[in-house]
Each structure stands twice: as C-alpha cells, then as structure tokens.
C-alpha cells in the first residue's frame, strides 16, 4: 500500500511570527504548533488549514492507511526567497518524503505557486485550499485583481491601454474643468468612445483599412473648407453689420463664429488619430491628441482676448487670469509633446 503524507504549506511564513519553527514532523508536534498558533492569532486563516491538515491526517489514519503528517513555511516575503525557503524546509525532510504521495494542504489560493517546487521533492497527488466561507469569494476577487493588476504593469500594451490613455484623458478632462468645458469635454468623449465601439464591435477597422484613403479624405477636406469659408463669411456679415467700432465688431464676430474655424480644423486631427490607433502607433497618436488638446486651449485663449479688447472692466481681471493659465497648460501640453518625440 502507498505511504501517504499530508504536507501543510505556511509560504509566507505565518508560523514563524508565533514563534514556530519549521519543519514539523508528526501528528503531536503538528497539533501543539497548531494550539500554540490559535492562541498567538486566533483570528488568522492558517489555523483553519492546520487542523483541517490535522483531520486529514486522522481520517486517513482511522481508514488504515500508512500517513504522516509535516508543515513547511517559506518567509514573509512575496517574492522567489519565500520559494527558496520553502525548497530548502523540503530537501530537509527529503528522507521522509520521499516515496510518499502527498495531499498538499494549502491556506489561500495565491499559495499554489508553491505546488512547481513541491512537486520536485514529492508525488503530489491532491491540494486541498482551506479558505474560510465567508472570505472565499473575498479572496478569490483579490487574487483576481493581483493577477490582472501584475499584467497591466508588466506588459506595455496593457499598461498603454488601462493606465496611459485614460491617464492622458483625466489629465484633458482636468484642464478643461478650469475653464468650465466639461460638459464639451465629456460630450467629445462619448462621441469618440460610441464610435469606437460602433468601429471594433461590427468589424468596421478591418473594412476601413481596405477602403481607398484618397476619396474619403478629400471630401473630409472639402467639409473643412467649407466650414472654415463659412465661419468667416458669418464673421464678415457680423462685422460689417455691426455698429460698434471695428476693434470691438471683430473682437464680438471672432468671439461667436471662432468655433466653426477651430472644429473644422479638429476634424483631419481626429481622422489621424484614429488612424493611428487602428495602425497600432499609440505615441504618435498621442502627440496629434496633444496637439487637439492645444487647438481647444487655443479658443479659450482667444476667447478670453475679445472679451479684454470689448473691454468689460468686470470681466477683465478673470479674463487675463484665465490667458495665463491656459499659457501654463499649453507649455505643459507642449513639454508632453517634446517628451513623446524624444521617447519615439
């Protein structure tokens, strides 16, 4: 008949600061580390799984078979030296383990990576997670989230898409929360997120890389000039019929038809941004969302001008304060630009 053994794993060594000493061999001395550890921290996990060690071990024991019992820790460390340890507490007991199959028993879900280095020393032939019902579903989502968190910090694609862009677009969104444009920031959001997911969710990016460019873009070209023709046709028609003398009629037509010229100019912006995205070159895309960024800041910045050259005192001071800070910011933007050519 096969010698079995039950091998209790502590990896991060939750033993050792009770005071306990690994390895422990035999039911007795098992038992009393188990009772001295409950009495050390009666509220921790492991002493589930060390009696539940210890039950294992007397079941098989009460069906006649031929089982030992021994616990092994590694160190409180979360890196290969608690794996080290751990390999060393085994070589130690390499003579009792060896010819065994082991029921490896375990405290919590992350501890498995300990089963590559136990399956050196001993025939493993189940591994029982002993984790308390109510922190199952608990430590499950925890050792979920390490695992995914550990992905978007090790691998740049992932890092790139969880942390850089939505970081750039906090970083936008923040910007043009001084300057009370939220509500067009999160607008422009929206618009680019439904047509991203209208794009990858029917397919469409592999269509659009098949279609010819010249056409499409000449009439995404065509729609600019127009707009621009007419943004400065309404201007010409504001100022001519304006009463006011001509610094100010212009400084009033600029300030109310601006935002035709600057979103006709976005529009071949945006276009290249996609672009880019879809050919997978996330720098340079960045540097033409920068650019974006800068066009907006530019309408606040003129903005801000007209209404000093209309010349509402009240409104001045506000005025030449929100011209500085959106100076500030543009050389921010500009400094970001700089730091992404470099790295590119």
Known sequence: ????????????????????????????????????????????????????????????????????????????????????????????????????????????????????????????????????????????????????????????????????????????????????????????????????MIVWGFGLHVKLRTLPLHPLRLAMYICVAVMIATSFYLMYCDVVSSKQILTIALAQAVSKYLHLTLIAIAIPITAKIVQLIYLKKPERALLYITLLVDIMLSYILIQNLTTIIQGDRSAIPFAITNMITVTLAIMMLTTISEAIKTRG
Do not use: H, W
């Open 1 to 196: 008949m096969t010698k079995l053994l039950v091998l209790y794993v502590d990896l991060d060594d939750d033993l050792g600061s009770c005071n306990i000493e690994t390895p422990i061999i035999g039911y007795e001395n098992v038992a009393r580390a188990a009772l001295k550890f409950a009495l050390c921290k009666p509220r921790d996990t492991d002493i589930n799984a060390l009696f539940r060690a210890l039950q294992i071990y007397n079941d098989l024991k009460s069906a006649g078979r031929d089982v030992e019992i021994a616990a092994v820790a590694g160190c409180q460390s979360a890196d290969y030296r608690a794996l080290l340890t751990l390999a060393n507490q085994l070589e130690n007991l390499k003579e009792i383990i060896s010819g065994r199959d082991t029921i490896v028993v375990l405290d919590s879900i992350e501890d498995e990576r300990a089963l590559p280095t136990i399956s050196k020393y001993t025939n493993v032939i189940g591994v029982e997670v002993v984790v308390v019902e109510q922190a199952r579903g608990i430590q499950s989502m925890y050792t979920t989230l390490t695992k995914i968190a550990r992905k978007v910090l090790s691998e740049e694609r992932y890092a790139r898409l969880v942390l850089g862009y939505p970081g750039f677009a906090l970083l936008v969104l923040s910007i043009l929360t001084l300057f009370n444009l939220i509500r067009e920031a999160l607008i422009a959001v929206m618009i680019m997120l439904s047509l991203m």
